[in-house]
């Protein structure tokens, strides 16, 4: 399962950086959590939707070091650049921490700093 689980992830997060945002959604169950520590949780499709159109004003940009799972548990290490209001990219470093369920990425706990310069 685990290996499985890391491709499905690494699918997803191309969709994403293709600007695929449905195709993302689409291997998240209808309640997912996702839950950006220190920050804000969102709850549901429609929480994670709207938070996509406000977040990513280009497709983010990935780049993952380490994918780490065990059973229904995938990690997720790497950096993440994303394109702000003011029309520049931001990096971060990012840990995501995905729970599966039924084949679908139910939870999610990200850990996102920005990187230092």
């Known amino acids: 399962m685990s290996e499985i689980n890391k491709k499905l992830l690494i699918m997803g997060n191309?969709?994403?950086?293709?600007?695929?945002?449905?195709?993302?959604?689409?291997i998240c169950s209808d309640d997912t959590v996702w839950e950006f520590v220190g920050d804000r949780t969102l709850r549901g499709k429609a929480e994670v939707r709207a938070y996509m159109a406000e977040s990513y004003l280009a497709p983010p940009v990935?780049?993952?070091?380490?994918?780490?799972?065990e059973g229904e548990m995938l990690t997720a290490?790497?950096?993440?650049?994303?394109?702000?209001?003011?029309?520049?990219?931001?990096?971060?470093?990012?840990?995501?921490?995905?729970?599966?369920?039924?084949?679908?990425?139910?939870?999610?706990?990200?850990?996102?700093?920005?990187?230092?310069?």
């Open 14 to 26: 191309s969709a994403i950086a293709r600007g695929d945002y449905q195709t993302f959604l689409s």
């Open 62 to 69: 990935f780049k993952v070091s380490h994918l780490i799972a």
């Open 77 to 117: 290490v790497g950096e993440i650049s994303l394109l702000g209001r003011d029309g520049k990219w931001t990096e971060y470093h990012y840990c995501d921490v995905w729970e599966f369920r039924d084949g679908l990425l139910e939870t999610l706990k990200a850990f996102v700093v920005e990187k230092i310069k």
